[in-house]
């Protein structure tokens, strides 16, 4: 009887213990991109150029955007820029520290200045983008800020792609 409590007792401490691995499990860079691609669908579906950016902070999206310069009739409403300020405004501190900023396209220059002054120390993009992107136009990142890129690169570019094919064909 007692070996059976115990054998009882064993099992239900392994099964909690799976619940909880599975529950703190920390989500991966495909699950957080896929999020942005979410937002860039979004943008997509106003007619807007589909790039999507979230900000994540232990582990939790606190900031989601899209790309919304038609809409508001602004340059600077890029999904980086939008992310930037709500997470800010999420965090109720300037600094982004602790954040990582996943965007379905490479930043371009003008989002690359505004993380740098967030100070955020990591940047995941999905596709490159050669001809505008911070990399390509050697835009100076924080020096405590890491960047990489290639995450779902062929659902955003895809994305991109599809959009503007569809763009041509309207007008
Ligand atoms: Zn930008």
Not at 26 to 42: G, S, V
Not at 78 to 87: K, L, N, V, W, Y
Not at 119 to 125: A, E, G, K
């Amino acid at each position: 009887m007692k070996y059976y409590f115990f054998s009882v007792l064993t099992q239900l401490l392994l099964f909690l213990g799976l619940i909880k691995s599975i529950l703190i499990t920390p989500h991966d860079d495909i699950y957080f991109m896929k999020r942005a691609l979410q937002e860039a669908q979004a943008a997509y579906d106003k007619s807007e150029i589909p790039i999507g950016a979230v900000i994540v902070a232990d582990n939790q999206i606190i900031a989601r955007a899209h790309n919304l310069t038609q809409t508001l009739n602004d340059v600077t409403a890029h999904a980086e820029m939008q992310a930037i300020t709500a997470a800010a405004n999420f965090l109720g501190g300037k600094y982004l520290h602790k954040c990582t900023l996943y965007v379905t396209i490479e930043p371009c220059q003008m989002c690359a200045g505004a993380l740098f002054w967030s100070q955020i120390p990591t940047i995941v993009y999905g596709a490159s983008d050669s001809q505008r992107g911070c990399i390509a136009m050697k835009t100076k990142l924080h020096p405590k800020t890491k960047i990489s890129g290639g995450v779902l690169a062929k659902e955003a570019a895809g994305l991109l792609q599809q959009f503007f094919i569809e763009k041509r064909n309207l007008n």
